[in-house]
């Protein structure tokens, strides 16, 4: 059995092994010549005050102490085991393939988009050209939103699965290792497509199944359970257990489900802007003025501020990163964030969102399952106009934002496809607007420097979160009216993440190998 030492470091200090072990005695009063190994378990900034240090959590083994291996991945022949259908390849899809594996179990993967590499193509063009695919965007296609959204892997649902071994997964098929020692993970965008086609080859090795350019567009039941699935509206596929990890953004989905008299919710969201500075500023802000040391990587934040009975706060804060543009749909705008694996850009940007509860929008209905789709909807096609309906989008200085001005001009952005000088007050709903004026100056007074006319504001970061719930048992996690129907990850309410959407996904497969007892811890 290993034991845990917490010590602090400089950042300059923290490639010094003896240095660091010597702090670990010193802390500890373990004896250096029992020591067997050591390793980092956990590292973590402390920026509250200046010098700036890393808060190390250092794992120790003594002579005679077994040190763990980590989780590998088990791959077995399932080519002849009982199938189960999985719609998506996003990170719920993959690590239910995964997991399907393990448990003895073929899994049966239908993408609606292209693989990883070729969905490259579709981007550029959205990028370069204005034109986007419905089926092979940044949100459809192998990997999922997960693979274009800088890959990051902290979650705060640890108490839904085991997070330790979805890292560990993650590095079995080729992320760094460090990934299982930061606070906050990061994979970077950049890598992310080796490693996910790494899983799917094992998924096909296994014997399972991947299936892209195969859009779900029918269901069969018989009576209250499933019986089959449609794929492309052409042909139809038997199978009695269907894990429906589509993504937030597969709105088809939603429709069909309800026209099918299978129930859905309006489920709360958040909606805002996605706000760009310089990385410069931030570090200097977050370090105190140590943003110089070569030794620290990009600073990154995190906002929270209740406005008027809502909450606003920051989402998917991206260091070095880039606007992305996420519209799944032609007449439609919509932005998202990334960063390569250094987070080595110029610029820092983050979502600014605002809570909204289905009971918060004038058209509220409570049988109306729509509500805040239909909200969603409407904010990005409005957008989408007032930035001349292309995929450049609607943007505006902060401190013009809040004062109500027209920005005269823009400091170099990010967001390839090109933004329009908008006042956005008059575009954003006035319930999102309002709250984020108010919000603005509140975050200055946190972060002295962060309220500036040099950060611009791009609309709208409207992805946050599923804005529909596909109900299921607590228990089962089937769906709550359709047996063998397993609602899973963003798309159906129950994720937030890429490791919270991916433990989504094992927990949907052990559910359904307990139901016919065979799964293999």
């Known amino acids: 059995m290993s034991t845990l030492v917490q010590i602090t470091a400089l950042p300059q200090e923290l490639e010094d092994r003896h240095l660091l072990l010597n702090r670990v005695v010193k802390k500890s009063k373990i004896r250096k010549d029992d020591i067997k190994d050591w390793r980092i378990r956990k590292r973590s900034i402390d920026a509250r005050n200046k010098p700036v240090r890393f808060t190390l ?97 902290y979650t705060r649902s640890k ?39 790494a899983m799917r080859e094992a998924v ?62 309006a489920k709360p969201f958040a909606l805002g802007v996605r706000i760009e500075h310089q990385q410069k ?14 030794y620290l990587p990009p600073a990154s934040y995190s906002l929270v501020e209740q406005v008027d009975g809502m909450g606003v706060y920051s989402f998917c804060m991206c260091p070095g ?45 409570p049988e109306d399952p729509f509500v805040c789709l239909d909200f969603q909807k409407l904010v990005e096609k409005n957008c989408w106009e007032a930035a001349g309906k292309t995929q450049q989008v609607p943007a505006q200085r902060m401190k013009d934002f809040v004062e109500g001005k027209l920005s005269k001009d823009f400091p170099k952005t990010s967001y390839q496809p090109g933004i329009v000088s908008v006042d956005l007050n008059k575009v954003l709903p006035d319930l999102i607007a309002r709250r984020l004026r108010k919000a603005f100056v509140q975050f200055g007074r946190k972060l002295k420097g962060y309220y500036t006319n040099d950060a611009v504001l791009h609309a709208p970061e409207s992805r946050t979160s599923s804005p529909v719930l596909i109900p299921r ?6 769906h709550v009216e359709v047996k063998g129907l397993y609602p899973c990850g963003e798309g159906a309410g129950y994720a937030g993440g890429i490791i919270s959407a991916a433990i989504d996904g094992i927990n949907c497969v052990d559910a359904i190998a307990k139901k016919y007892q065979n799964i293999q811890d």
């Open 57 to 153: 959590q250092i794992e120790v083994w003594n002579h005679g102490e077994e040190k763990k291996p980590l989780t590998p991945f088990i791959l077995q022949d399932v080519s002849k085991g009982r199938k189960i259908a999985i719609i998506g390849a996003g990170p719920a899809g993959l690590y239910a393939a995964l997991r399907a594996v393990e448990a003895g179990i073929k899994p049966v993967v239908f993408e609606r988009g292209k693989d990883v590499r070729s969905r490259r193509f579709d981007l550029a063009k959205i990028n370069k050209d204005h034109i986007v695919n419905p089926e092979s965007n940044y949100c459809f296609g192998e990997g999922g939103a997960g693979t274009y959204s800088d890959g990051k892997l």
């Open 159 to 197: 108490k839904r699965g085991n997070v330790l071994k979805a890292l560990e997964w993650f590095v079995n098929f080729g992320a760094d290792p460090d990934i299982l020692v930061d606070a906050h993970p990061h994979i970077g965008t950049n890598k992310l497509p080796k490693i996910i086609t």
């Open 204 to 265: 096909i090795e296994a014997g399972g199944e991947v299936h892209f350019n195969s859009k779900l567009t029918d269901l069969k039941l018989n009576g209250d359970r499933m019986e089959a699935i449609e794929i492309n509206a052409e042909k139809w596929f038997s199978f009695e257990d269907l894990i429906l990890a589509t993504g937030h953004s597969a709105r088809d989905i939603f429709y069909l489900l309800h026209y099918k008299n299978i129930k859905i919710e």
């Open 281 to 294: 500023l931030i570090d200097q802000i977050q370090y105190h003025g140590e943003n110089d040391n070569p």
């Open 321 to 365: 990163g880039i606007i992305a543009p996420c519209a799944t749909e032609q007449q439609e705008v919509v932005t998202n964030g990334w960063s390569p694996s250094k987070r080595n850009n110029p610029y820092s940007n983050s979502g600014i969102v605002v809570s909204i509860a289905p009971s918060d929008l004038p058209a509220f209905k």
């Open 473 to 478: 048992d607590s228990d089962s996690l089937e």
